[in-house]
T-cell receptor, first 115, second 116 residues
Framework: AQTVTQSQPEMSVQEAETVTLSCTYDTSESDYYLFWYKQPPSRQMILVIRQEAYKQQNATENRFSVNFQKAAKSFSLKISDSQLGDAAMYFCAYTGYGNNNDMRFGAGTRLTVKP | ETGVTQTPRHLVMGMTNKKSLKCEQHLGHNAMYWYKQSAKKPLELMFVYNFKEQTENNSVPSRFSPECPNSSHLFLHLHTLQPEDSALYLC???????????????FGAGTRLSVL
């Protein structure tokens, strides 16, 4: 079974600086999708970024970018120019490429942004 | 606001009560999901409905009973729960329930459930 591991339960960053959140996963599949979701105190999970495994290029969304290392099964999220509104729980998630694959989540990393 | 609304936001119930959680989506999606989020644990998928048909039941105890009367509404009926069932229950929807990598899930804000 596929598993997703987030080894950092908590992280903190100074406002305007850069932080990287780690995620590793285990799979025997060659094609799959990876996601980072953000859950602010309002509790609503919001998709931050998505990466398709067959694409070599790392996905980016404004201040958010990923470092996707397929061979190492690593999928880290980099947040540049951190803002107070970035404070939240961040969840890494995996789903297979087929039509009957459930999304599997990591346990989350709580990010604190210091003013 | 992602177009997925859950009510109530908070619920406290005794172990002998019967209550229901409601989820409504305004996105025109055909698939809806229930997840359980416990502290320091990954989200656990409970149920999936695709075009109103249940396609997934991840060994969820029968004290949780889902109902999907149409593609826009999803309920979770609760009966004789245990204290360990206390958690945040999240609802999500997507265009369809298959191909979950291509069909992004949109989440509600959850119902915080406390079982006394």
């Amino acid at each position: 079974a596929q598993t997703v591991t987030q080894s950092q339960p908590e992280m903190s960053v100074q406002e305007a600086e850069t932080v990287t959140l780690s995620c590793t996963y285990d799979t025997s599949e060659s094609d799959y999708y990876l996601f980072w979701y953000k859950q602010p105190p309002s509790r609503q999970m919001i998709l931050v970024i998505r990466q398709e495994a067959y694409k070599q290029q790392n996905a980016t969304e404004n201040r958010f970018s990923v470092n996707f290392q397929k061979a190492a099964k690593s999928f880290s999220l980099k947040i540049s120019d951190s803002q107070l509104g970035d404070a939240a729980m961040y969840f890494c998630a995996y789903t297979g490429y087929g039509n009957n694959n459930d999304m599997r989540f990591g346990a989350g990393t709580r990010l604190t942004v210091k003013p | 606001e992602t177009g997925v609304t859950q009510t109530p936001r908070h619920l406290v119930m005794g172990m002998t009560n019967k209550k229901s959680l409601k989820c409504e989506q305004h996105l025109g999606h055909n698939a809806m999901y229930w997840y359980k989020q416990s502290a320091k644990k990954p989200l656990e998928l409970m149920f999936v409905y695709n075009f109103k048909e249940q396609t997934e039941n991840n060994s969820v105890p029968s004290r949780f009973s889902p109902e999907c009367p149409n593609s826009s509404h999803l309920f979770l009926h609760l009966h004789t729960l245990q204290p360990e069932d206390s958690a945040l229950y999240l609802c999500a929807s997507s265009q369809e329930g298959r191909w979950q990598g291509k069909n992004i899930q949109y989440f509600g804000a959850g119902t915080r459930l406390s079982v006394l």
